[in-house]
């Protein structure tokens, strides 16, 4: 994640898996370019881009908006050709 990036937490699991909580969210900068936000999870203490977790071919997870006890991640994508979409990434 880019240093000087806003960083925002919207929902957190019950720990259940892998052993300690799950945080997800969207983190935003410049640097990101359009959309400018990018999909985040915390755990272990750090963050981590979900494109660099789970590579898309043709876009960017713009939004981490869920997240459940087998952490399992929900939320929103936009591909590159401009189609926004939701999405499911299991561990």
Do not use: C
């Not at 755990?43 to 908006?65: C, E, S």
């Not at 926004?84 to 561990?91: A, H, I, T, W």
């Amino acid at each position: 994640m880019p240093a000087g990036a806003d960083t925002y937490a919207l929902k957190i699991n019950n720990g259940a898996y892998p052993s300690f909580e799950l945080i997800v969210g969207y983190a935003s900068h410049s640097s990101f370019g359009t959309p400018p936000a990018r999909g985040v999870v915390w755990y272990g203490g750090n963050g981590y881009l979900l494109d660099t977790l789970a590579p898309l071919a043709d876009g960017h997870y713009t939004f981490a908006t869920g997240v459940n006890d087998n952490a399992e991640v929900v939320g929103q994508l936009k591909k590159n050709n401009g189609v926004v979409q939701g999405f499911l990434v299991r561990p």
